[in-house]
């Protein structure tokens, strides 16, 4: 260990000991492994944040004092997970993981709902259930409750916090992971800390970011770019109670935190450590990029955001070690990667290639999602992609300029086309999507709507035309089969499986009217549900093929831990990479056009696979003497025989 390191942990332990040690011998000397193996890490990224401070000794201590108290806190059935996935860390990479997303009340009412859904969840192959966040949150607009007012309640119309205890320990019982998001970048302007800053106590105003006048607002805005341009132009509001602006990167209901101060970062590592100690195997956490603020700079991807996650990290490797982060960075493709590591997020969203699978589809061409693969699919083997084909947010373009133009593709021509397209306003477009946050000064804008929306099926059964339901249910199979098998953990946006649609009663709602990502949020149609293992029916058609999908998948562990190496099939609409592990190969073919292909035998045998192969999709067999020919959206696993 780092000298001054060693020193000040020397200096700590004492207090630590007189406070703690009495409490559970046992637990405290387990404790006392885990900070020697990793509070030199953790004072190294709290100096490099606060070292200037100069009562940097006395947050150290506190910090470490809450790591302590947590663990000692930590119940014994969460201590048993933290030693099993301290034996086994690479199980979030098992061709078993599969993710699932859902609002609680929107999927099920409330948390009991959620729980009488478990069948569901094991019968689609869940290991994963990520709820969307469920804490208090102020009435009425609340982003979704991305607004949090307390992180130690959850909201009293979808239950309790001991349900939520409950229910984690109930999920991991039946093999499901329970994912929550931390939502550390803001807090609700009703939550405690607010309350008090708002009526004037000068230690919970330095929580936030307030400022007296417009001066520092005016200088801080030159640079940032607005997230919600609809709602508010600039990132600060007004708030009489206290004659300040407030810093607020998205609502203005929701209050930046002032990660400066270091009572801020041992606060939420406190909330933390609680909710893992709750059960949570999973923290999304949310809005990473814009954690730290720097005068002059976008104040997104600051490299003292990076340093904040790697300190939480730490702190979770003390304190809770089953715990995993996952990063929601929805940025410049070079920005999302250095979210990734094993001391920082352990999982990260893939919005690339969320992505460049509509802009596949939009095309028909895979130029630039096989050529962005190639340069970005590859990360730290101790790291995992959460590759999903749509979320509970917009789809913004996030690919790299740099990339489109390597093949002569202008980014901000082709994001406008990929607007018009998805809005249905391109001539031919299948899809019916809603702009998300136009910005006339930059003409920037993201997409809205549903998985099966935008891939056609709600206009095909509007049109009433059987080919194109066919094509549409088609495309929604061809997106997942890729998020399925191109390794990393796949996560359903639940209601995809049986072709949720669009749902604009959003705008008979003041509170979500001005939110168009409400379109893509429906309420679970059990109806809808019901009739999934129908193949007569539309629902049926969707499910049964997808379900099939998942079967194959855990049934080959390549598809999981495995290599992806993305290929050149030698043909602009076939998507290809090849899965190994431990000398075994699957070539995975994808055609993103509904005109048909073929692909030569030779290319086949390039990718050594040999002459005789089996589709582990159809069970089909298929020999390499003849070219392979792909059907419309037609997707194959192919597997030597
Ligand atoms: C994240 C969420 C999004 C929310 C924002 C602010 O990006 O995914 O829904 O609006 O953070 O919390
Ligand atoms: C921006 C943010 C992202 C957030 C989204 C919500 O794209 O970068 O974090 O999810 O806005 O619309």
Redesign the pocket.
């Known amino acids: 260990m780092h000298r001054q390191a060693a020193r000040s942990l020397n200096r700590l332990r004492p207090r630590l000991d007189a406070r703690l040690a009495a409490a559970d011998p046992a637990a405290w000397a387990a404790f006392q492994t885990r900070l020697d193996a990793h509070f030199e890490t953790l004072f190294d990224r709290l100096l490099r944040l606060y070292g200037d401070q100069y009562d940097f000794f006395y947050h150290l201590e506190t910090i470490l004092e809450t790591a302590a108290r947590m663990w000692l806190a930590r119940p014994a059935e969460l201590k048993a997970l933290d030693a099993r996935r301290e034996a086994d860390p690479r199980w979030f990479q098992s061709s078993r993981m599969l993710g699932g997303v859902c609002y609680v009340d929107r999927f099920a009412g409330n948390l009991a709902g959620i729980r009488a859904r478990i069948p569901y969840f094991k019968e689609l192959g869940l290991t994963y259930l990520h709820l969307m966040p469920l804490f208090l949150c102020p009435a009425g607009e609340n982003?979704?409750g991305?607004a949090v007012s307390s992180y130690r309640d959850v909201n009293p119309a979808l239950g309790s916090m001991a349900q939520l205890a409950d229910l984690a320990a109930e999920l991991r019982r039946s093999g499901i992971s329970l994912v929550l998001d931390l939502?550390y970048?803001?807090t609700s302007d009703e939550h405690e800390w607010a309350r008090r800053a708002l009526a004037g106590d000068p230690d919970y105003q330095d929580y936030y970011l307030m400022f007296p006048d417009r001066r520092m607002p005016d200088a801080y805005d030159a640079h940032l770019r607005e997230i919600f341009p609809d709602v508010r132009r600039g990132s600060f509001t007004y708030r009489p109670e206290v004659d300040r602006w407030v810093w607020t990167t998205?609502h203005s209901f929701?209050w930046d935190l002032n990660y400066r101060n270091p009572a801020v970062f041992d606060r939420m590592a406190e909330e933390m450590l609680f909710l893992a100690n709750v059960g949570v195997e999973v923290l999304r956490l949310?809005?990473v990029a814009f954690t730290w603020k720097q005068l002059g700079t976008s104040c997104e991807n600051l490299p003292e955001a990076h340093l904040l996650i790697q300190a939480y990290n730490a702190l979770a490797r003390i304190a809770a070690p089953a715990l995993l982060f996952k990063s929601?960075a929805?940025v410049h493709p070079d920005d999302v990667a250095r979210y990734i590591a094993p001391g920082e997020c352990q999982l990260s969203y893939n919005p690339l290639l969320m992505a460049l699978l509509w802009e596949s589809l939009a095309t028909r061409e895979v130029r630039l999602l096989r050529y962005s693969m190639q340069r970005r699919f590859a990360i730290d083997p101790g790291c995992a992609w959460v590759n999903y084909v749509r979320c509970?947010?917009d789809i913004g373009w996030t690919f790299s300029d740099e990339d489109a133009a390597q093949l002569g593709i202008h980014g901000f021509d082709h994001r406008q086309f990929l607007n018009a397209f998805y809005t249905g306003r391109f001539a031919g477009s299948f899809a019916r999507g809603l702009p998300f946050q136009f910005n006339p000064a930059t003409r920037d804008m993201r997409i809205s709507g549903t998985c099966a929306s935008l891939a056609g099926l709600e206009k095909a059964l509007r049109e009433e035309t059987a080919t194109e339901v066919e094509l549409a249910i088609r495309r929604i199979l061809l997106i997942h089969s890729v998020i399925l098998s191109i390794g990393g953990i796949p996560l359903l946006y639940l209601g995809d499986e049986v072709g949720a649609l669009n749902d604009y009663s959003y705008r008979d709602d003041p509170a979500k009217a001005g939110d168009s990502r409400w379109v893509h949020r429906p309420a679970a149609d059990w109806e809808r549900f019901a009739r999934r293992a129908d193949e007569q029916t539309v629902e049926g058609r969707i499910y049964t093929r997808l379900r099939r999908l998942i079967q194959v998948r855990q049934a080959h562990p390549v598809l999981g831990d495995g290599e992806t190496e993305i290929v050149d099939t030698g043909n602009p609409h076939v998507f290809g990479y090849v899965r190994q592990r431990a000398g075994q190969r699957i070539l995975i073919l994808a055609s993103f056009t509904e005109a048909e292909q073929r692909i030569p035998a030779n290319e086949l045998r390039l990718h050594g696979l040999g002459y005789a192969f089996t589709d582990l999709v159809t069970g089909e067999s298929i020999t390499s003497d003849q070219d392979l020919v792909l059907e419309p959206y037609r997707f194959v696993w192919l597997a030597a025989t």
Request: a negative charge.
């Open positions: 982003d979704g991305y939502v970048n803001h998205f929701q949310d809005a929601e929805i509970h947010d």
